[in-house]
């Protein structure tokens, strides 16, 4: 059964694989999500029901700085 949930995509200042590793922990805590990191051009593409703000907080909580690059 799918949702209609979109992906969204999310630029965070990944610069190693320990924040690329803070971005997992994060986003498995908030569930319901199913997400692709690329390292190299630092974005986080996220499919999920959740708000762009809340997916967008949550970022912020790995302490690097993220904002929302649009629909993929």
Do not use: W
């Amino acid at each position: 059964m799918s949702f209609s949930s979109k992906k969204h995509e999310f630029f965070v200042d990944m610069t190693c694989e320990g924040c690329s590793n803070a971005v997992t922990r994060v986003l498995n805590k908030l569930g319901a999500v199913q997400f692709d990191i690329d390292l190299p051009n630092k974005t986080v593409t996220i499919d999920s029901e959740h708000t762009i703000d809340t997916l967008l907080e949550t970022l912020k909580k790995t302490g690097k700085n993220a904002s929302y690059l649009g629909d993929k």
